[in-house]
């Protein structure tokens, strides 16, 4: 899977734009909108809080570090401790700090804007909205030509890869 971009400059053409992709048999978890503060979106589905934050990004960034971190002091602690035990208790420790280091990065990652999207804000303040698809990547083309074809101020914005399973 892909996430393509779409601007669009107004609620109408977006609700056009949403209802072709309706008919083509896209459900709403695969549709995303991004709008300016207090845009009323009616039926349009709202990007989530995983879309408009760097919360996913922050997390995997936690779990490495505090697994990093676990496993160097569950290393340490069997130095000191005198003896060396295989196994469990360091796996113990590397689990803890994977778990604290997802838990506090993907807070802190909450109050952080999606720094993938940083090249829309402007965009997006000055009234546009931003529509992302979650697309299988042989539709691509197709949908794209389509959606520009049929709703000329709309742009083609970009694409990024998908993590599996991540809406």
């Known amino acids: 899977m892909k996430r393509i971009y779409f601007l669009a400059p107004d609620i109408s053409t977006t609700e056009a734009i949403v209802e072709e992709l309706r008919n083509k048999g896209f459900e709403e978890n695969q549709i995303h909108i991004l709008a300016k503060r207090n845009t009323p979106l009616a039926s349009l589905p709202e990007a989530g809080?995983?879309?408009k934050t760097d919360f996913i990004s922050a997390l995997e960034r936690g779990a490495a570090l505090g697994g990093s971190a676990g496993l160097l002091a569950g290393v340490v602690?069997?130095?000191f401790a005198g003896f060396a035990?295989?196994?469990g208790p360091l796996l113990g420790v590397l689990f803890a700090g994977a778990t604290i280091g997802s838990l506090a990065a993907g807070l802190s990652g909450l109050s952080v804007g999606?720094?993938?999207l940083k090249q829309f804000e402007q965009a997006i303040e000055?009234?546009?909205l931003l529509i992302l698809l979650d697309i299988p990547r042989d539709q691509i083309e197709?949908?794209?030509d389509s959606i520009t074809k049929h709703h000329p101020k709309a742009e083609f914005d970009g694409i990024e890869p998908l993590l599996p399973n991540v809406h």
Do not use: P, W
Request: glycine share 12%.
């Open 85 to 87: 035990i295989a196994g």
């Open 114 to 116: 999606n720094s993938k």
């Open 77 to 79: 602690a069997l130095r």
């Open 49 to 51: 809080i995983t879309i």
């Open 142 to 144: 197709q949908v794209s």
């Open 126 to 128: 000055d009234g546009q």
